[in-house]
């Protein structure tokens, strides 16, 4: 199965940490709700936090408010909620670039209120007549699928811009310069790969939004568990080693590898074709650096292929349809984030479908 995003990738890295990275909580420790100094968020985390963004050079921290969240995925309702007007009688257009991160739709439309609804593409509205209308538009950088670099594609007093950084790390990107927006999302899911802790956290800019999206976070869980806070301040505390080359190192080197090997293995076919990523220079190795993207965008590129998703399907290989992204079905994406079993088994398959289109030799 290669439709999920959990970096697998990086539990070998974790099991060398296994000393640094363990905790033990006795059962009479941490059990009220604040922290000392009467706060849900513990002051070390945030410190810890800034911290990790001055090391990596990939957010700006200086003049930004935090707030903590059960993953990224509580975070981008609370934003939403957060930058939607309370006083318009039209509800705001949540937008978003094609191909697109699925839960910004199913999630906006779960807890669609009077104040917003999802509108789909974002370039649709950018030439439109309704400047008048409020936007929230998503931008996520690199895009979950194709692990593009981008930027917002509205403009004007009217637009208000989540930007989702989740795996904006130097091992699925290089960093460009350090992110310097309004609201930036980031999630220790892609950073560490611990999925299950469910730990992320939004950079704010404006006190007034930070204000709404804590009040959000405080009445739907009363803050975030104390344990999850705990085991992301060991977590970064490891990951900070080094100032990060050891994590980074680790996870940039397994990416760029996979995407090579796929890469290779698809070059001489004609029938499925994956993205272009350039290379970059990025701010953190001070060097130009190969692409390494968490996610594969797969194309069948013959029209009696349209299908991808059940083509890839009866080859033994499961990916996530290009519609749940709102592109065409031509499209599947391919997860380059689990066990190296599983990457290897992916790459046997992709293989034998390459092979079978003409009888070219497979690529390993």
Request: proline share 5%; hydrophobic share 40%.
């Amino acid at each position: 199965m290669l439709t999920g995003g959990d970096p697998l990738f990086l539990e070998p890295f974790w099991m060398q940490s296994a000393a640094s990275s363990a905790m033990l909580v006795a059962g009479w420790h941490r059990m009220g709700y604040e922290f000392p100094n009467k706060s849900l968020i513990s002051q070390l985390l945030e410190d810890q936090i800034r911290k990790l963004h001055a090391n990596v050079g990939n957010a700006v921290t200086q003049g930004r408010f935090i707030v903590f969240g059960a993953g990224s995925t509580q975070l981008l309702n609370a934003a939403v909620n957060a930058l939607s007007s309370d006083n318009s009688s039209v509800p705001a257009k949540v937008v978003a670039s094609l191909p697109f991160y699925p839960v910004y739709q199913l999630q906006t439309d779960f807890f669609r209120l009077l104040d917003f609804q999802f509108q789909g593409e974002a370039a649709l509205r950018k030439n439109k007549s309704d400047r008048a209308l409020n936007f929230i538009e998503f931008v996520t950088s690199p895009n979950n699928p194709d692990g593009q670099l981008r930027k917002a594609v509205l403009q004007g007093p009217h637009v208000k811009v989540i930007h989702d950084y989740a795996c904006f790390w130097p091992h699925f990107t290089p960093i460009p310069a350090p992110a310097d927006e309004d609201l930036m999302i980031f999630s220790l899911s892609k950073l560490t790969g611990h999925t299950a802790t469910r730990f992320g956290w939004a950079l704010i800019k404006e006190e007034a939004v930070y204000q709404k999206m804590l009040t959000y976070v405080t009445l739907n869980t009363l803050g975030i568990s104390k344990d999850t806070q705990l085991r992301a301040l060991q977590l970064l505390k490891v990951a900070l080693e080094g100032r990060g080359r050891q994590l980074f190192d680790f996870g940039y080197t397994t990416m760029k590898e996979r995407w090579e090997r796929l890469r290779n293995a698809l070059l001489m076919s004609k029938r499925f074709s994956i993205q272009e990523i350039p290379p970059r220079y990025c701010t953190f190795y001070k060097a130009i650096k190969d692409p390494s993207p968490a996610y594969a965008w797969l194309k069948c590129e013959r029209e009696d292929n349209k299908e991808c998703y059940t083509v890839l399907k009866d080859a033994g290989v499961i990916g996530r349809e290009g519609s749940r992204f709102g592109a065409e079905s031509s499209y599947v994406r391919l997860s380059l984030l689990k066990s190296q079993d599983d990457f290897d088994a992916l790459l046997n398959r992709i293989n034998k479908l390459v092979t079978k289109e003409d009888g070219s030799k497979s690529v390993i």
